[in-house]
């Protein structure tokens, strides 16, 4: 299973807030915009070593902007 | 729809907490959250509400899109006349919906993204590692309160609005003026407008010229362009300072003292402070503490499922914050600070659109105070006992003085 693609992730367009939750979490696959700090997806593609950090990542999102797709 | 007590009468909010556990929530929210989902509660004004105690009912309350929390709706409830006097019904984004909150709120939240405030620590370990030396050479006991607690938040404030650290007894003496809520709603009022009126002189300075603090980018681009009115520009600083001041404040003392209780947690902390376990323990006291103990009420906007009922539209809601942070459904004996235990999905910072704006800045500010004050005075013990205390009620929750020794 190593390597292999665990899960996807997308963002829902318009519901992000910018609380950061997911950077503070997971900053090896979000990051927060300059300008409004709204989420940037770094990377959509999830490994089996990131699932679990990945799922707290979008479980700590306040407005569940952040899809997960296992 | 709702259960009455078993008295036949109604409980008020707020109850009263356990002399004996002061910092834990108070008993009665055990008894409610574990007899029914909704509970029927009342306010000082007879308000009649619904009150959310379980952890899931909270959350999924507060990420519901039919609650509104513009206080300026008919029905809204407020905790005391002092609540309704401090925001003299001019709302900032806390009590507004969207789209006006999500207007605002962007025009704030670059200055708090994760990476703009984690910039912030090295100025920050050097604040605290400051005041423990100060510590250290005037010997205790002292208070830790305003000896430690309270200056940290108000330098990093001052720090990112570029104001003067002078200035920041001023502030801390009307911040906690304002949000009592005990206090005679004319002093309330006053405290507010002695902040505006400083606020105001500070934008007709900044007005002119190029620097680049969070008050002169928003006279800039904010209020000469015609986004943000003047009034609102006072309501949005005035807002960030009082969020900021007594929130991280009452966590580093009342997140002390409940370490202290536990003595192994806090043998723990001084003799292995890594990233990894200091990240676990903050979560912890942030969940254990719950400061924020009243940013809590909603009003309905249209029905909503909780636990297996339904809220009808116009309801007012107390959403629970702290009791859902003590439901054992979610949290094992909640009741006991565990800094090993994953606490990160706490609702202390609220959840859904409203959740705190400044919960990073909070945590790069808790981190390195957990990470050196433990490290420091791995003796620290309280030189009074908890119960002896003065608690404060107050928009947060928090106590005068937190006398300490080592």
Redesign the interface.
């Known amino acids: 299973m190593t390597g292999a693609a665990a899960g996807r992730l997308s963002i829902v367009p318009g519901r992000c807030i910018g609380a950061g939750n997911c950077v503070d979490v997971a900053e090896s696959h979000f990051d927060q915009s300059d300008e409004d700090a709204t989420v940037i997806l770094l990377d959509d593609t999830v490994e089996q070593a990131d699932l679990q950090r990945i799922r707290r990542a979008v479980y700590a999102c306040p407005v569940a902007a952040i899809l997960l797709q296992e | 729809m709702t259960t009455e007590s078993q008295a036949g009468h109604t409980d008020v909010w707020p109850f009263p907490r356990d002399a004996r556990c002061p910092v834990l929530p108070p008993p009665r929210l055990a008894e409610l959250r574990d007899s029914s989902p909704l509970a029927d509660v009342s306010l000082y004004d007879g308000t009649q509400c619904t009150m959310l105690t379980r952890f899931d009912d909270v959350r999924d309350l507060l990420?519901s899109g039919n609650v509104s929390s513009d206080g300026r709706k008919p029905g809204y409830p407020y905790i005391s006349e002092a609540s309704r006097a401090n925001r003299g019904g001019r709302p900032t984004i806390d009590r507004l919906d969207a789209p006006e909150h999500?207007h605002q709120?962007?025009m704030l939240?670059?200055d708090?993204?994760?990476?703009r405030v984690r910039q912030l620590r090295p100025f920050i370990d050097e604040l605290v590692s400051d005041l423990l030396d100060d510590m250290q050479s005037r010997g205790g006991p002292i208070d830790l309160v305003k000896d430690f607690a309270e200056p940290i938040p108000a330098a990093v404030i001052a720090k990112m609005l570029d104001l003067p650290l002078s200035d920041a007894d001023f502030f801390l003496d009307r911040v906690q003026r304002w949000m009592s809520d005990t206090n005679d709603p004319a002093d309330i009022r006053q405290a507010m407008a002695d902040i505006s009126a400083y606020l105001e002189n500070v934008i007709d300075e900044r007005s002119t010229g190029d620097a680049d603090d969070l008050i002169s980018r928003l006279v800039r681009d904010q209020l000469v362009p015609g986004n943000l009115s003047r009034e609102q520009l006072v309501l949005t600083l005035h807002l960030l300072i009082t969020a900021g001041f007594d929130t991280t404040a009452n966590t580093i003392a009342l997140g002390t003292a409940s370490l202290l209780q536990h003595g192994s947690a806090w043998r723990e902390l001084a003799e292995n402070p890594d990233d990894e376990l200091v990240d676990t323990a903050v979560e912890e006291i942030i969940r254990y503490v719950s400061v924020a103990h009243n940013s809590v009420f909603r009003l309905t906007t249209g029905p909503v499922g909780i636990g297996g009922e339904e809220i009808p539209e116009g309801r007012a809601i107390i959403a629970l914050t702290m009791a859902a942070n003590h439901d054992p459904a979610k949290f094992e004996h909640p009741d006991d600070i565990d800094i090993r235990r994953d606490a990160?999905?706490h609702l202390a910072f609220?959840?859904?659109?409203h959740?705190?704006?400044g919960?990073?800045l909070a945590?790069v500010e808790l981190r390195s105070v957990f990470q050196a004050l433990p490290r420091r005075f791995p003796n620290l013990r309280l030189a009074q006992d908890l119960s002896s205390l003065t608690f404060r009620s107050s928009i947060v929750y928090g106590v005068d003085s937190l006398p300490v020794t080592w």
Do not use: N
């Open positions: 990420m999500d709120r962007f939240a670059a708090f993204t994760v990476k990160r999905e609220g959840k859904g659109m959740q705190c704006l919960q990073a945590r």
